[in-house]
């Protein structure tokens, strides 16, 4: 019986879902040792609750910062960057020796190996979300033992972009539509029959439409009355003053949203709650507005009208990190988004035989979850 390490590393809860589906199954085949490691309080007790009675054969343990050195460090950093996971792993290196197999959704993890030096645990990655970004597809995901995709798109562009040896790829699925892709929550405004728009734009600085075109969005659609809208932007877009990003490398100052708007009855803003990484809003909504962001895909699972908002002028059509634009319209900055919003339903039937092509490029569907199926890849890895 091998020993398996399912780690939950970063500042918010929203990578859980795409490995901790694995970590029940796995566990409750009961052919191995299944370690969930949270790396704060708030990730623990966030398994905690979504694993429920499932979470019964798989233990939760909450690493911590031992030398005070980090602990200084990391409160003295964390404003700026996330000190706190990175140096987590200097300070926990015996406990992950302690492992044959490490599954994480992140490449911060590689720091074990390229850092430190160690050869086991060996380290499988389950990545996180199905999108088109080159940075999703860089060298460094060769380093991995084992990488587990969502689809075909996927595994051919880590071969052809990143040179991930084919034999270290295995197709399993997106485990996320396991848990959420059926969910359902009842509609949080007093007017549920308006059409229901979601803006999840991206935290990056120079991808985003946010900084840019995001307040003005706001105020559009909170003066109006013939839509919803539910603001939820990735979680780590209001989780600093400032964004700062490597790949792009930017510093951008996060405007807050007006407090009339965020008090305008048909809409929502969610800043980062467990809402806005469980499938409510991409399951809820009519019409879908973003920029980069992966969401995009997981909205897709019941294709629907799509708006891409290019705040930077891009050259995007034949860029396959801008694939999911052509999944619908795309409107620039000085763009009268209720229209576009209006054009991207009047026109979505003509984008709907791409969008499904989309989708399954993304996602493998079979009668098997994606989590079984992910399960059996690391058991036969792991032997």
Avoid at 50 to 56: V, Y
Avoid at 334 to 363: C, K, M, N
Wanted: glycine share 6%; charged share 20%; proline share 8%.
């Amino acid at each position: 019986m091998a020993r398996v390490c399912f780690l939950f590393n970063h500042d918010q809860s929203h990578q859980i879902a795409h490995s901790l589906p694995i970590a029940l199954e796995l566990a409750a085949r009961g052919t191995h040792e299944v370690v969930l490691a949270a790396g704060s309080a708030p990730l623990a007790e966030r398994l905690r609750q979504m694993a429920g009675a499932a979470g019964g054969r798989a233990r939760i343990v909450e690493l911590g910062l031992t030398r005070p050195l980090s602990r200084f460090a990391a409160a003295s950093l964390q404003g700026l960057i996330p000190a706190r996971k990175i140096l987590l792993y200097r300070d926990n290196l015996d406990f992950f020796r302690g492992f044959q197999a490490l599954v994480v959704t992140e490449k911060t993890s590689l720091l074990l190996k390229t850092r430190y030096g160690l050869d086991s645990p060996r380290i499988i990655h389950t990545r996180h979300g199905a999108g088109d970004r080159a940075i999703g597809f860089g060298p460094e995901s060769a380093r991995f033992d084992l990488v587990l995709v969502s689809g075909p798109k996927i595994a051919r562009r880590l071969t052809a972009e990143a040179g991930v040896d084919p034999a270290r790829i295995r197709v399993t699925g997106y485990p996320k539509f396991d848990l959420y892709g059926e969910h359902r929550i009842a509609s949080p405004f007093p007017d549920p029959t308006r059409p229901t728009v979601l803006y999840a734009p991206h935290p990056s600085p120079r991808l985003s439409s946010y900084y840019r075109m995001g307040p003005a969005l706001l105020r559009a659609f909170a003066q109006s009355d013939r839509y919803n809208l539910i603001f939820a932007p990735h979680v780590m877009l209001f989780q600093r003053r400032y964004t700062v990003t490597i790949s792009p490398p930017a510093l951008s100052r996060v405007a807050p949203v007006d407090p009339w708007v965020a008090q305008c009855p048909h809409i929502l803003v969610d800043r980062g709650s467990p809402a806005a990484t469980d499938m409510s809003y991409t399951n809820l909504a009519d019409v879908y507005c973003g920029d980069v962001s992966s969401q995009v895909y997981e909205f897709l699972l019941h294709p629907r009208p799509v708006l891409h908002l290019d705040a930077h002028g891009f050259d995007w059509r034949d860029d396959p990190s801008f694939a999911h634009w052509h999944a619908g319209p795309v409107a620039g900055p000085e763009a009268d988004i209720l229209a576009e919003v209006d054009r991207a339903i009047a026109t979505h039937g003509d984008y709907l035989p791409t969008q499904r092509a989309l989708f399954a490029d993304s996602f493998s569907v079979t009668d098997q979850p994606a989590s079984r199926r992910a399960a059996q890849a690391i058991d036969e890895f792991v032997a």
